[in-house]
Nanobody, 127 residues
Framework: EVQLQASGGGVVQTGGSLRLSCAASGFIDDDYAIAWFRQAPGKEREGVSN????????FYADSVKGRFTISSDNTKRTIFLQMDDLKPEDTAVYYC????????????????????WGRGTQVTVSS
């Protein structure tokens, strides 16, 4: 029912910026949380950031804290990930995902929490 579409990836030099977007369609209410995950070749998919739709609370992986910012527009149907000071280790396919429950914030980075996944968008940071 819920569909997610990630976009905004590209190729950028070290220190540059990109802004990813996740457009959500279908029924979204304040119980949902939206997360960004990323997966580099040969590595496990890891949680990057999460936002609770109703409360606006946000969470970040330590590796991106201070560099990335997650937010939503006033429709709460588009979620952004502003990525600044990009590093080569940020290179990955980035996915957005939706958790319809949003009841276990400490588990936000665990893949089984999420009910819906969007198509990934490639981010490449050149050194």
């Amino acid at each position: 029912e819920v569909q997610l579409q990630a976009s905004g990836g590209g190729v950028v030099q070290t220190g540059g910026s990109l802004r990813l977007s996740c457009a959500a369609s279908g029924f979204i209410d304040d119980d949902y949380a939206i997360a960004w995950f990323r997966q580099a070749p040969g590595k496990e998919r890891e949680g990057v950031s999460n936002i609770n739709i109703g409360e606006g609370d946000t969470f970040y992986a330590d590796s991106v804290k201070g560099r990335f910012t997650i937010s939503s527009d006033n429709t709460k149907r588009t979620i952004f990930l502003q990525m600044d000071d990009l590093k080569p280790e940020d290179t990955a396919v980035y996915y957005c995902a939706a958790d319809r429950g949003s009841k276990a914030p400490r588990a936000w980075s665990l893949i089984p929490v999420y009910d819906y996944w969007g198509r990934g968008t490639q981010v490449t940071v050149s050194s």
